[in-house]
């Protein structure tokens, strides 16, 4: 068994990592820790997520230099279910001390000059782990994932969307030029656990937001290779994105070469799942899958693509990227096999 440590674990993201690795065949929890001076330290754990009572009994622990020292010596692995800028300055003390990192957060994500700056707010100082980290799409980039000590988890956006285009953009069938249009919508637990106006349940409406500045954009196109226009839509429900995706083909490209271009990307993969029909929330909400479906007219093509933010799109992805570092089964503590 593998010993955890969750670094944010009072958050939505992060109790959903300590109830996987709670149920996984290969690990335990080495501690659940929260920032020094959170409002939470010390609280149990299961009294901020009830569902976990009597399970999960752990309390969350400030991350003071205790407890720093406490991890380095006894934890195996590290997962930072942290602000930017908190992942930013954690991972590479704990790399240093040779513990694997799986970031959730933005930090290692994207490289390039001015792209934090720019997007994140803040300077990166980092830019040597920056260029080494492994992104965390699982279907796509195992070999990356099993060698690299610095994996960033993709956002949530890009994974519901890079798991629909890639496919296409793999087999070469998209017009020269075009820039697929993703126009998704999220759950409010997307916007995390702390209160405020913007996601008070009360207040919610289907809304757009960051148009044209949205930090997903850039980071969809950097990993895609190919420009995107993004548009994300906060919705009046908790959990789940569905990301409903516009394709220029190039002339010529048929019924069949799509349908191979996404059975070839992912016959055999069990999280990725080809829906043979139009894909809901309600399908993925609570799983660790992605739904993809596909239709067409003439030349112009809509894949429609369906996660939990949650799960595939933060925890239950950190957990295929522990288990393909790791040589587990890529499923493991996810589905039955």
Known sequence: MLKA???????????????????????????????????????PFASL?????????????????EALSRIHTQADL?????????????APGFLAKGLPVFDLSGAFRVPGEGFYDKFYGFAHQHADWLNDAAYGLAEWNQDAIKAASLIAVPGCYPTASLSALKPLQQAGLIAEGNRP????VSGVSGAGR?????????????????????????EISHHLGNQVVFQPHLGNFIRGILATIYVQLKEGVTDEQIAAAYHQAYNGQKIVRLAGQWPQINDVAGTPF?????????????????????????????????????????VAGLVKE
């Not at 997520?49 to 230099?65: C, E, N, Q, S, T």
């Not at 590290?78 to 954690?90: G, I, K, P, Q, Y």
């Not at 289907?206 to 997903?216: C, D, E, N």
């Open 78 to 90: 590290v997962l930072l279910a942290t602000a930017h800028e908190v992942s930013h300055d954690l």
């Open 290 to 330: 992605c739904d993809l479906h596909w239709g067409r007219d003439g030349d112009q093509l809509i894949v429609v693509s369906a996660i939990d933010n949650l799960l595939k799109g933060a925890a239950s992805q950190a957990i295929q990227c522990i288990n393909i570092h790791q040589g587990f089964s890529p």
């Open 194 to 218: 702390k209160a405020s106006m913007a996601n008070s349940f009360c207040e919610v409406s289907y809304k757009p937001y960051g148009v044209f500045t949205h930090r997903h954009q850039p």
């Open 5 to 43: 440590a969750i670094i944010g674990a009072s958050g939505y993201t992060g109790a959903e990592l300590a109830g996987l690795i709670h149920g996984h065949p290969h690990l335990e929890l080495a501690g659940l820790y929260v920032s020094e001076g959170s409002q939470d330290a010390h609280k």
């Open 49 to 65: 997520h009830p569902r976990w009572r009597g399970v999960i009994d752990a309390p969350l622990l400030p991350l003071d230099d």
């Open 181 to 184: 249009i993703i126009s998704a």
